[in-house]
């Protein structure tokens, strides 16, 4: 039970009015899910549901064994951690402090580090490959540094479950491919769960384990191999313009 | 890994306390009477043998006034700083959700709604003194449970700010017909104390105003924790264990008691609440509210004593309302911050 991740007649949206209905999903822990589609079927709105922040309009988030709908927001804090879209436009504080505020949830109410949570900041630090960035100011960093140092937070929160909110948007290719090696990395080696959105598939093909496709109000999973033999990906467009050639799993334009 | 900013904090408040000790001591020197200031000591830590005129001044005129120049000047100044973060604009205060129109009303209401079932205010008595105090006191607690009914209604910050310039316009208008509607002398009383005057507090008030004062200063000292998380957004102070709706009640409790309480007995005392917090963070170079508040509290000391020492210069042949000193000083300071920064909304 407890290795397993559930989603169950979940329906979301905004103020009453539903995105996306039933949504039914039994997944694995410890993987990297994509969740990919279109813009504006819901990819969003699927992942702040699960993060917790927007209220679910019906349905459960099983995880770890508990319905993550029930936590209260202290005890979700430990459980998962959060990369949105939202810009933090913040000056007067140091990158190492800003990644510490992933110990928020661990500290006293005056918020001192103890050694244990140094060691976490450090780690995250370390696997995000921030260490120059340490002694800059928030404010003085490239969006590609903001990102990066926004997942260390995550990370340094030491959560089971982490939800990004298209994580690779502002960066360039080479800190692209850093950021989903990194997200690779964490579910491998760190025993993480992973969740982002993204529009980069065929990357999230390469690297995903499970991609979680939204088409026609529905969504469904996949393994990689199966969105590519399925051609599922096909049926996203109502074109014949474009197609997708399964041997280099590329787009192609005609 | 400690910062440089860590290092220059104590040299930061050692300057501001010795500021703070040298004002403190030129405003209860300073006045149309000149008393030495050995004996102004002496008089303060009780010794009876001084001149009877002038234990007086001192005991009931100038420590009082100084004494509330320097709650005033830390009240106001937190109140503006957890505003600043709550709603993560840097103009925001307790002014601009209308926490002090309300306050005005309240008195508003009161000084000159007496005089409509006949009773006079003409002369400040006790009874009209404390009378101000519970209306003021009444308004901005009104204001505040309109805003926090809003707040579980509605979920964007910014949509509560501008609603919070909404009710200060409607009750500024409603101050407005009151006005308009009333006599003389009742008009004279509630325009001195729009102006505010730190003069007006008695030393029993003192006694009152001053834990009320430290309860809110000491509360949002023990709540900097969230208002460091607030930083980053309400989506991701959520998403780090913060409690929105309870954090969001808690600190604007905290700047009602603080303004409120300061209104009541000084007026409405304007751009403090603005202009020191953003001292503040240039200064400190920091957003750390474990940082912010101790040293907002010093600044607005220090401001607040020298501003009362401005309106009371000797040269002067009256007192000056200590609301125009601030405005003098806050306005400038304030469109120099919208200059210098032209995103403002990075200030935060």
Not at chain 1, 64 to 91: M, R
Not at chain 2, 143 to 171: E, F, H, P, Q, Y
């Amino acid at each position: 039970m407890s290795n397993t991740l559930k989603i169950a007649a979940l329906t979301i949206g905004y103020n009453k009015k539903s995105i996306l209905t039933n949504i039914d999903i039994i997944s694995q822990k410890n993987q990297l899910i994509s969740v990919f589609g279109r813009n504006g079927k819901g990819k969003s709105t699927l992942l702040k549901t699960l993060s917790g922040m927007l209220p679910a309009i019906t349905g459960h988030f099983i995880f770890n064994g508990v319905d993550v709908f029930n936590l209260s927001e202290k005890e979700k804090s430990k459980l998962i951690s959060i990369v949105s879209t939202t810009k933090t436009d913040i000056a007067g504080i140091k990158v190492s402090d800003f990644v510490a505020f992933g110990r928020y949830p661990y500290t006293n109410w005056l918020g001192i580090n103890k050694k244990e949570d140094d060691a976490e900041i450090n780690n995250a630090i370390y696997l995000c490959n921030i260490e120059n960035l340490c002694n800059k100011d928030y404010s003085e960093l490239s969006d590609g540094e903001k990102q990066k140092v926004n997942i260390a937070r995550a990370i340094a929160q030491n959560t089971p479950l982490i939800i990004l909110d298209e994580p690779t948007v502002h960066l360039d290719l080479i800190n692209n491919i850093e950021v989903l090696k990194l997200l690779k990395k964490l579910v491998e080696n760190h025993a993480k769960t992973i969740i982002f959105s993204t529009h980069q598939i065929e990357y999230a093909l390469q690297i995903c384990d499970e991609i979680w496709l939204i088409n026609n109000d529905i969504i469904a999973t996949y393994s990689p191999v199966e969105l590519i033999n399925k051609e599922k990906l096909k049926e996203l467009f109502d074109d014949d313009t474009i197609s997708f050639d399964k041997v280099t799993g590329t787009f192609k334009i005609r | 890994m400690k910062s440089t900013i860590f290092n220059k904090i104590p040299y930061l408040a050692l300057f501001l306390i010795s500021g703070a000790v040298l004002f403190f001591g030129m405003d209860l020197f300073l006045g149309s009477v000149t008393i030495p200031f050995k004996s102004i000591i002496n008089i303060i830590l009780g010794d009876v043998n001084e001149k009877e005129s002038w234990r007086i001044i001192i005991l009931e005129a100038r420590f009082p006034k100084t004494i509330a120049a320097l709650l005033c000047g830390a009240a106001l100044s937190v109140s503006g700083l957890q505003m600043q973060t709550l709603f993560r604009n840097p103009l925001a205060g307790p002014y601009i959700l209308g926490i002090s129109s309300g306050a005005g009303l309240g008195v508003a209401i009161f000084i000159m709604g007496l005089s409509f079932i006949g009773i006079s205010t003409s002369d400040l008595s006790i009874a009209t003194n404390s009378g101000i105090v519970i209306s003021s006191i009444l308004g901005s607690f009104t204001v505040l449970a309109i805003l926090l009914a809003l707040i579980n209604r509605i979920k964007d910050i910014m949509t509560i700010l501008i609603l919070g310039v909404m009710i200060g316009s409607i009750i500024t208008a409603i101050i407005g017909i009151i006005q308009y509607f009333s006599q003389d002398v009742q008009l004279k009383s509630f325009i001195m104390w729009t102006m505010g005057d730190l003069s007006a507090v008695t030393s029993n008030e003192l006694l009152i105003l001053t834990p009320i004062v430290f309860v809110g200063l000491i509360g949002s000292f023990i709540i900097s924790k969230n208002l460091n998380a607030y930083l980053l957004g309400e989506e991701y102070a959520k998403s780090l264990g913060v409690n929105l709706k309870r954090a969001r009640i808690i600190i604007i409790l905290i700047t009602s008691i603080l303004t409120g309480s300061i209104t009541a007995y000084c007026g409405p005392i304007g751009f403090i609440g603005i202009v020191i917090p953003h001292l503040a963070r240039m200064l400190s170079n920091s957003s750390d509210h474990r940082i912010l508040i101790p040293l907002s509290i010093l600044l607005g000391i220090n401001v607040l004593l020298i501003a009362d020492i401005i309106s009371q210069l000797p040269v002067l042949e009256q007192t000056l309302p200590i609301n125009s000193i601030t405005s003098l000083i806050g306005i400038p300071f304030i469109i120099w911050i919208i200059l210098k920064n032209k995103k403002i909304t990075n200030l935060n």
